[in-house]
């Protein structure tokens, strides 16, 4: 078989050519592999498999990939292709196998998401658009349900058979503690604050994370309810969507409350160009209610109240600072992983993924993300339909939210599944 490069409508397809005695059908690429990781979340989660189990599933999806050929990959892909390759060449900077480690944490997320997007893509016989959500879906159920788990039980660690084959000596890690024997929530005490802060973190190791997620797949949920054609789904998820509040409040995060602000106004906006001002309206008049609800009940007082005893973000300006000085130093390649600043105490390279990708993969990787993420954008930018402007806010929403929020697999999941079903929908003219 001859592997051939085809330009179509949005993107560039390679394809094998067949042997003309062969009658041999191109099959389908099976669901199983993108199901399992999102439908099996909280399974995989539960046994401690969620730092390996991605990566292995990608990997599959690459052989199941390379088997079948006849692959389209949308025209602004190429770009996330640019940025996986740029992160091997960034291990020039690494020193040492703790390097080796962090950077390769790292890499296997840009990784195993460039693959899930093309997969999804590719994988229109099997997974469909209500497939795909639905397993978003379920991890945001996963999410909100252990956020309330963790309200009750704070304290309260899953032993998951993972932690009995790690030994010892990487228990005593505390990161990798948390991966394998993952507690509920971040319990905080600032020095002056009158009682702890109880922060959902499960099924994450941190509050922050529990806050993007929550942040990345509530429009997702919205979306859903949108599309939802029998009324009783529509009630079950938006009732859903108001007990999930309860454990988001309680995480005191201040950047989720500001990039679901960020999907709704964007929301709304988006109905204003398209002239749909009633829709707009109404989107406007819940926006208000729900910021009256939040200053009324307390909310904005606990999260400002938080910020009394523990100085975040003069923190992070310093860290901010330390790490861009950092970056002029090596401006290419950057450093591959973080890297501690012992007079601030914080690692540079974290703290949000702006800072990441600049530091471990230098100004050339921060480039390529930005400009992935804004051509998709920018490409998609035709989708009109509500549901389908709830998906495109989650990209949106990650352009901006990515200075202050550090991302891990899950939210990157979600990000690029959001722009893939929008990609595949104008290509293949799905309807979104």
């Known amino acids: 078989m001859a592997l051939t490069l085809l330009k179509t409508r949005g993107g560039t397809r390679f394809e094998h050519q067949p042997d003309p005695y062969s009658t041999q ?8 592999p993108l199901y399992t990781l999102l439908y099996g ?3 995989i989660w539960a046994i401690g498999l969620w730092q390996f189990l991605p990566t292995v599933l990608a990997l599959i999806m690459v052989a199941y990939i390379l088997i079948r050929g006849n692959i389209l990959v949308y025209k602004t892909q190429w ?3 640019a940025l996986t390759i740029w992160c091997v060449v960034c291990t020039v900077s690494l020193h040492g196998g703790s390097d080796i480690l962090a950077w390769g ?3 296997v997320n840009i990784f195993n998401v460039g693959v899930y997007g093309v997969y999804f893509f590719n994988a229109r016989e099997k997974i469909s658009a209500q497939g795909m959500l639905g397993g978003l879906v379920t991890v945001w159920y996963t999410v909100v349900i252990l956020g309330w788990f963790a309200l009750f039980f704070p304290d309260f660690r899953l032993i998951t058979p993972m932690s009995y084959l790690m030994p010892g000596s990487l228990l005593n890690n505390p990161l990798v503690r948390d991966y394998v ?6 319990v905080q005490l600032p020095w002056g604050a009158p009682e702890p802060y109880i922060r959902p973190s499960a099924p994450f190791p941190y509050a922050n994370s529990w806050g993007l997620a929550f942040t990345f797949l509530t429009p997702v ?5 949108t599309a939802a054609t029998k009324k009783r789904t529509k009630i079950i998820l938006s009732l859903s969507v108001a007990a999930g509040l309860f454990p988001a409040i309680a995480t005191s995060n201040r950047g989720m409350f500001i990039g679901l602000a960020l999907c709704v106004s964007y929301v709304i906006f988006r109905h204003v160009l398209e002239g749909n001002l009633k829709v707009a309206f109404y989107g406007l008049v819940a926006a208000i209610i729900a910021l009256i609800a939040l200053v009324a009940s307390g909310t904005l007082a606990q999260i400002l109240g938080r910020q009394e005893y523990s100085d975040s973000t003069g923190g992070r300006a310093a860290l901010y600072k330390a790490t861009w000085e950092a970056v002029l130093d090596s401006p290419l390649v950057g450093y591959g992983t973080s890297r501690m600043n012992v007079t601030i105490g914080v690692s540079m390279g974290t703290q949000g993924y702006l800072w990441a990708l600049m530091f471990c993969f230098g100004l050339v990787g921060l480039f390529l993300f930005m400009a992935f993420m804004l051509y998709s954008i920018a490409s998609t ?8 402007i709830w998906i495109h806010s ?9 200075i202050f929020y550090s991302f891990d697999i899950m939210q990157m999941t979600a990000m690029m599944l959001c722009l893939a079903l929008i990609m595949r929908s104008i290509v293949h003219e799905e309807g979104l």
Do not use: D, K, M, N
């Open 394 to 402: 989650v990209p949106v929403c990650a352009i901006c939210v990515f």
């Open 25 to 32: 059908s191109v099959a389908p690429l099976p669901a199983w």
């Open 381 to 388: 930018w035709g989708v009109s339909s509500t549901t389908g």
């Open 181 to 186: 024997q993952p507690p509920l929530a971040e």
């Open 41 to 43: 979340f909280p399974v």
């Open 105 to 107: 944490l790292r890499f």
């Open 221 to 225: 949920v919205l979306a859903v309810i």
């Open 79 to 81: 770009l996330w292709f």
